[in-house]
Structures are given as structure tokens and as C-alpha cells.
């Protein structure tokens, strides 16, 4: 049976987070009344002009530069003309001869089905800014749609790859890895649900060894990481399924239906993308001064790929741990930040990824609402690791104090959870469980010398889990040996 | 028209794209037109313009850019005034899904 192939490029969509609109002075604050941010130029009157925001500007730039680009000098808008009532012109301002920014890359590391940690280099064609469309809603008992046009003008970025893909792994770490770096630069929010991070997949199949590309499908309406990977499987299966039956893939749009797990064709018109793309004679030409494009260079933060070389030299910590504190910034900021309180990175580090990972997920908040701060985190790792308190308890008590935001030391004073070492009270505990289990002291002195764990469980039960374990295992071995 | 470039069909594309209905008078007679206009473009291309850099825009002057600033100079009731259609929040068009 013939082997294929599977070939995704991808193209972001990711909304800036200037303060107004790519070509007007209208506000871009989401949430607002219907129509409220619309002004004469983003709602298509006659006669207006459109004026370049210098921020997307730079903020296009700036990712070209994270992302390994040439950006170019000279770079010109142009009309993309399709009719819709979300798009009151009847084109959308883009960029297509061009862009601001084209040529880059971005190394990638991930892992492939069977865990095997991967890298590798994909290409990004080219980064252009344009403007977005605004919201219809449709109405069938009143025959009408009504059309909101606050997101019209917003400003987006573009960022196409090119289809150097091969698998829903590669594609989700390349997705995830823009994402990151977006969030490092702020200057965008990289909300997939709310939409501010939209993804396309590209995606066609081929017989292995074939050069030339397959027939693809464009897919669209994916809001999560989750789904990129879903929808990437059931598409494959669907054309290698067609190919198999002697049918035709159709080059088209497809959408996702989440609910279903499945693609549906969106029933497009034959002329849908026939754009008839022109230079657009309303915006003058971009030329970018050297000494802006030096400015912004300088001012480029630290960006996820050197953070993570940074996090394993100074911290001495695994690239696995590395990746994973560094790949989102709050994380990685608080991180660094419990470590200006307790400077133990690989024991803080496992907290992070553990229980305190676990904790944010299952909370909804962003880290920026979290109620239980930096310094919150470093006592209790302190605690734990000077036996103030056994690791156990530790962890039985994080739901509550991260939740609440509480001062781990004042917690554990309150409700007398410090850890026992006292001797001759843990002599008592341990004596009493000796005394309440005299077959399993029977057996160990037999040679099951596994039960000491056992007789662990059994103390710890006995002191509410406070008993200082190096302690108690110590007693036992010698009173039973 | 010895140089026919452009046909009728064609014209009935792009009008159609352009939401614009013509007649098929019309039809013939703006095909007429633009490959009148076509055939110029083949006289322009005979000039090598190999070393010429592409002109977008007959406009000399580049980059202009405004500050993100924020302005508002209209209220919501005075845009929608100027639709066929609102409900005094969202514009109103026929029904297209």
C-alpha cells in the first residue's frame, strides 16, 4: 500500500495590542457596545483616508525581528476586494507585493508520537499587516443580519509559513512557539478562543517520495491547540481516504466543527478567492529608517529561545524544565520571581511544573489574577525543604493556600502543622503502630523487609502526616531489627 | 479587433465581481474599451524597463503615520445615520446566511 505524506503550512493570524486601530483613531477596547469604536474611515464612508498606526508598524517589525527576518525598507499596502458586510469598503486593507517583513525562521523543539524529542527549522515566508473585519449576526426570524463593525480595522499581523510541516506535532510547537513569542514582545494577547490568535492550516497529503505537493485544503475556525491537532488527523484520514477511492481532493475552505471532530466543506462560492489584489493608492508607500529599525532592535526583549539557554546555564536545570518554565512568560517571570526569595531553582522548578501547574489549570485564572504570589511560593518550598513541614503536607495544604492566597508559614503555625521530630512522641506513634500490628511485625522480621513502608504509612496516618520521615524510618528499622 | 485579449465572458466575470449588472451591450462595448486599453499596455511593454524600479503609486512622498492616540469626533448615532438601515446599535442588511 502506498505510504503518503503529510504537507501543512500555516498562516496566524494575530490581532496587535495598540491602543487604536491599524488606519483610524478609533479605540480597539474589546467588549464595547455594538458600533461604539467606529469612526467615518473605518466604517467605508466616501471621501476618507487612511492613516498608518505607527505602533503596527513597529509592532510588525519587531516580530519579524523575533522570528528571523529580513524586514524590508520599502514595503506598500494593497486592496484585496471581496464583498461581505463585515468589510464596509468592500476590500480589506493588506499587504501583498511587499510585506513588511518576509524570509525568516524558527527552530522548534518538540516531541513526536512515540516521545522522542525533536528540533527543527521552519521557514517563515513573509509577516504583512492588515486590517480585520468586524462581526455579523443573522438573524433568520427578523431576514436580516446586523453588522458590528468595532473589530473592523484592528490591527493583525499575518505570519505565513512556508509548508515545511510534516505531522500535527511539528505544527502544534511551531503554533505554541509564535504564540510564546508573541506574548514576550506584548504585543499580542494570544487568546485563541477569544480569536486574538487565529490559525489556518494548510494542509495537503502525497505519496512518500513524491515532489510535487498534493491538492490542499485550507482549514479554518480552530480555537485551540487541542483542536489544531484533531483537525489535522481527521484531514489527513479524509484525503488519504479520497486518494484511495480514486477521488479528487478539491481545493477548498473547510471548517472545523469542534463538536464533531470533522471538517465540513464551507460551501464556497467558485470566484470566492479571486481577490484581484492592486496596490492601493490611498496609503503612500512604508519606507523604515534605518536608525527605527536599529531602536527597535535594541529594544528587543529577551525572547523564549534565549531565556531557555539563560534558565539551563545560571539555574543549572534541565532543557526539559527550561522549555517548559520559559515557553509562556508569566510562568517564567514568576519563576525567577520565587527565586529572588528562594534561590533553589530545581526544587522550585518541580513545584512549578507540579502542583502549582496543576492548581492555575484547574483555577481559570490567568497567573496575573493569582491570588497566591511569588513569595508565597518560595516559603513553601523553604518549609518543605527544611522539614519545617513534610513534603506531604506540603502538598495537602496547596489547594487551600493557593487558592485563597495564603501565607504558607502563618497557615501551617495556625493549624499546628509543623513537622514532629520530636523523638519521644514519634517513639510513641511508632511504638503504638508496632504494638497495633503484630503480624506485619511478624512477617518483616521474617524477611519482607518492603513493610517498613507500611509502618511508614501507618505513622504518618497516626500523626496526621507530620511525622518527620527520616526520623520514623530510622526508629523503625532499629526497633524491629 | 484584430488583438482581442479580453472577452465578453470575461467582462461578465469581473463585472460580476464587481456587483455590477450589465447588459450585454454593454458587455461588448466595455470589452471593446479595455482591450483598447490592453493593447496600449503591449505598446508600453516594448520599453525595457529591466533596471527600473516598479512604481506603486505616482505620489512621491512615503511613510506617513499617525501617533496611537485615541479619537473619537462622532457618536454612534451620528455613523449609523448615514446607513440605508440600523436598529440604532448595529447596521441592518439583507439576510446573508
Redesign the interface.
Known amino acids: 500500500m502506498v505510504q503518503f505524506e503529510t504537507v501543512i503550512g500555516l498562516e496566524v493570524h494575530a490581532q496587535l495590542k495598540?491602543?487604536?486601530k491599524i488606519f483610524?483613531?478609533?479605540?480597539t477596547q474589546f467588549g464595547k457596545?455594538?458600533?461604539?469604536n467606529?469612526?467615518?474611515v473605518c466604517?467605508g464612508?466616501p471621501g476618507v483616508l487612511p492613516?498608518?498606526?505607527?505602533?503596527v508598524?513597529e509592532y510588525a517589525a519587531k516580530m519579524g525581528l523575533a522570528t528571523n527576518c529580513i524586514i524590508n525598507k520599502?514595503s506598500?499596502f494593497a486592496r484585496k476586494?471581496y464583498?461581505?458586510?463585515d468589510l464596509p469598503k468592500g476590500y480589506q486593507i493588506s499587504q501583498f507585493?511587499?510585506p513588511i517583513c518576509e524570509h525568516g525562521h524558527l527552530n522548534i523543539s518538540y516531541e513526536d508520537k512515540s516521545g522522542e524529542p525533536c528540533k527543527k527549522r521552519i521557514g517563515v515566508t513573509r509577516i504583512h499587516m492588515e486590517e480585520d473585519a468586524g462581526k455579523?449576526?443573522?438573524?433568520?426570524a427578523?431576514?436580516?443580519?446586523?453588522?458590528?463593525?468595532n473589530r473592523t480595522g484592528v490591527p493583525l499581523i499575518e505570519i505565513v509559513s512556508e509548508p515545511d510541516m510534516r505531522n500535527a506535532e511539528e505544527a502544534v510547537a511551531y503554533l505554541k512557539s509564535l504564540r510564546s513569542i508573541l506574548l514576550y514582545l506584548d504585543i499580542c494577547d494570544g487568546n485563541l478562543e477569544e480569536g486574538s490568535f487565529r490559525c489556518d492550516v494548510n494542509i495537503s497529503v502525497r505519496p512518500f517520495g513524491q515532489e510535487e505537493f498534493g491538492t490542499r485544503a485550507e482549514l479554518k475556525n480552530i480555537n485551540s491547540f487541542r483542536n489544531v491537532h484533531k483537525a489535522i488527523h481527521y484531514e489527513v484520514a479524509r484525503q488519504i481516504d479520497l486518494i484511495e477511492d480514486g477521488e479528487k481532493i478539491i481545493q477548498e475552505t473547510r471548517l472545523y466543527d469542534a463538536d464533531k471532530g470533522t471538517t465540513h466543506s464551507m460551501r464556497g462560492k467558485a470566484?470566492a478567492h479571486?481577490y484581484?489584489y492592486f496596490?492601493d493608492?490611498d496609503?503612500?508607500?512604508?519606507?523604515?529608517a534605518d536608525e527605527w529599525l536599529a531602536e527597535w532592535q535594541a529594544a528587543q526583549p529577551e525572547l523564549p529561545a534565549e531565556r531557555k539557554v539563560r534558565f539551563e546555564e545560571d539555574f543549572k536545570i534541565s532543557e526539559d524544565d527550561a522549555d517548559f518554565l520559559t515557553a509562556e512568560k508569566d510562568i517564567a517571570d514568576y519563576y525567577e520571581a520565587v527565586l529572588d526569595s528562594y534561590n533553589e531553582p530545581k526544587k522550585v522548578a518541580n513545584w512549578i511544573k507540579g502542583d502549582f501547574m496543576k492548581e492555575l489549570n484547574q483555577s481559570e485564572v490567568g497567573l496575573s489574577e493569582c491570588k497566591f504570589k511569588p513569595e508565597m511560593m518560595a516559603t513553601l518550598v523553604e518549609m518543605v525543604d527544611k522539614d519545617v513541614i513534610s513534603n506531604k503536607i506540603g502538598k495537602d495544604i496547596f489547594n487551600e493556600i493557593f487558592t485563597a492566597g495564603l501565607d504558607p508559614a502563618k497557615f501551617v503555625k495556625d493549624k499546628g502543622l509543623e513537622q514532629n521530630s520530636d523523638s519521644s512522641s514519634l517513639e510513641a506513634a511508632v511504638d503504638k503502630v508496632l504494638a497495633d500490628n503484630p503480624n506485619e511485625v511478624e512477617a518483616y522480621k521474617g524477611g519482607k523487609k518492603k513493610l517498613v513502608s507500611f509502618f511508614m504509612g501507618q505513622v504518618m496516618k497516626e500523626t496526621k502526616g507530620q511525622a518527620n520521615p527520616g526520623i520514623v524510618s530510622k526508629m523503625i528499622q532499629q526497633k524491629l531489627s | 479587433m484584430s488583438d482581442v485579449k479580453l472577452s465578453t465572458d470575461e467582462v461578465a466575470?469581473v463585472a460580476?465581481?464587481?456587483?455590477l449588472d450589465l447588459s450585454d451591450k454593454k458587455k461588448e462595448l466595455f470589452a471593446g474599451q479595455l482591450n483598447n486599453i490592453l493593447s496600449y499596455m503591449d505598446k508600453l511593454n516594448e520599453i525595457d524597463t529591466k533596471d527600473v524600479e516598479p512604481m506603486?503609486?505616482p505620489?512621491e512622498?512615503?511613510?506617513?503615520?499617525?501617533?496611537?492616540?485615541?479619537?473619537?469626533?462622532?457618536t454612534?448615532d451620528e455613523?449609523?445615520a448615514?446607513a440605508p438601515d440600523s436598529?440604532g446599535?448595529?447596521?441592518?442588511?439583507?439576510?446573508?446566511?
Open positions: 495598540t491602543n487604536t483610524c483613531g478609533c479605540s457596545e455594538p458600533n461604539e467606529v469612526c467615518e466604517s464612508m492613516v498608518l498606526n505607527e505602533k508598524m520599502k506598500i476586494n464583498f461581505y458586510p507585493e511587499l455579523n449576526i443573522h438573524s433568520v427578523e431576514n436580516a443580519s446586523f453588522v458590528d463593525l470566484d479571486d484581484r496596490p493608492p496609503l503612500v508607500p512604508l519606507v523604515i | 466575470k460580476s465581481l464587481a456587483r506603486f503609486s505620489v512622498h512615503t511613510t506617513v503615520l499617525r501617533k496611537d492616540v485615541i479619537i473619537k469626533e462622532h454612534r455613523i449609523l448615514n436598529d446599535q448595529y447596521f441592518v442588511v439583507p439576510r446573508i446566511v
